[in-house]
């Protein structure tokens, strides 16, 4: 359960499994924004039958609700999911690790972003800053998609700047991608739910996680 602004939460909770957005089991799990639970549908019918929502201010609000595993998101607009790993590989350890999970027979990859509607839903619901399928590295200032079924394409040409190819979606940061000493040439999501851009080198090991993204055409 997902609300944008305001505090869910549920009075009776008897035989509900909560857990943090990493997947590990958490206590005093009944109030937040974000609620992962799991459990029979009697109780979870129980528990949500008991559902209050407190919002923080005037206005307006979606309560969001996905099946899907804590960690996990599912995005209609292309029918994809995705995935925050908590990790601390480089660029290229989370691509590799990316591209060996799979999630209902999908095969995952380092997520490749080609809308502000995919960005916006993605990066909203992230737990943390985390990797994603772009780098330079091949030809400095060529920015390429190098993960999943947009690998090879191109989408935004040089640096502070990066200027629009084809009129192929980016949202780098301010400054960026700006190449710092010359050694930043792999991309990631800033934390925050930001949904910004920014450029790093691929050996860095400061990063939180990645993001992985499972679907393609007609899958």
């Given at each position: 359960?997902?609300?944008?602004?305001?505090?869910?939460?549920?009075?009776?909770t008897t035989?509900?499994?909560?857990?943090?957005s990493?997947?590990?089991t958490?206590?005093?799990p009944?109030t937040?924004?974000t609620l992962?639970?799991?459990?029979?549908?009697?109780?979870?019918?129980?528990?949500?039958?008991?559902?209050?929502?407190?919002?923080?201010?005037?206005?307006?609000d979606?309560l969001?609700?996905?099946?899907?595993?804590?960690?996990?998101?599912?995005?209609?607009?292309?029918?994809?999911?995705?995935e925050?790993?908590?990790?601390?590989?480089?660029?290229?350890?989370?691509?590799?690790?990316?591209a060996?999970?799979?999630?209902?027979?999908a095969?995952?990859?380092?997520?490749?972003i080609?809308?502000?509607?995919e960005?916006?839903f993605?990066?909203a619901?992230?737990s943390?800053?985390?990797?994603?399928?772009?780098?330079d590295?091949?030809?400095?200032?060529?920015?390429?998609?190098?993960?999943?079924?947009?690998?090879?394409?191109?989408?935004?040409?040089?640096?502070?700047?990066?200027s629009?190819?084809?009129?192929?979606?980016?949202?780098?940061?301010?400054?960026e991608?700006?190449?710092?000493?010359?050694n930043?040439?792999?991309?990631?999501?800033?934390?925050?739910?930001?949904?910004?851009?920014?450029?790093?080198?691929?050996?860095?090991?400061?990063?939180?996680?990645?993001?992985?993204?499972?679907g393609?055409p007609?899958?």
């Open positions: 359960l997902l609300v944008s602004s305001g505090t869910l939460s549920m009075s009776t035989g509900l499994t909560f857990k943090n990493s997947g590990s958490i206590s005093n009944q937040g924004s992962y639970f799991s459990g029979t549908r009697s109780d979870a019918n129980a528990a949500l039958a008991t559902l209050a929502y407190t919002r923080n201010s005037t206005g307006t979606t969001e609700i996905s099946l899907v595993e804590p960690g996990e998101v599912f995005f209609t607009g292309n029918n994809h999911l995705y925050y790993v908590s990790s601390t590989l480089d660029w290229n350890g989370a691509k590799n690790a990316a060996a999970r799979t999630k209902d027979g095969t995952g990859y380092l997520a490749t080609t809308s502000q509607a960005n916006d993605v990066s619901r992230l943390n800053a985390g990797w994603m399928g772009a780098s590295s091949a030809s400095e200032g060529v920015w390429r998609w190098v993960t999943g079924p947009e690998n090879g394409t191109q989408f935004c040409s040089g640096n502070n700047p990066c629009s190819v084809s009129g192929r979606y980016a949202n780098w940061n301010n400054g991608p700006n190449d710092s000493s010359s930043e040439d792999c991309a990631q999501f800033l934390s925050g739910a930001s949904g910004k851009w920014n450029d790093l080198p691929c050996s860095g090991t400061t990063l939180p996680g990645y993001v992985v993204e499972y393609a007609g899958n």
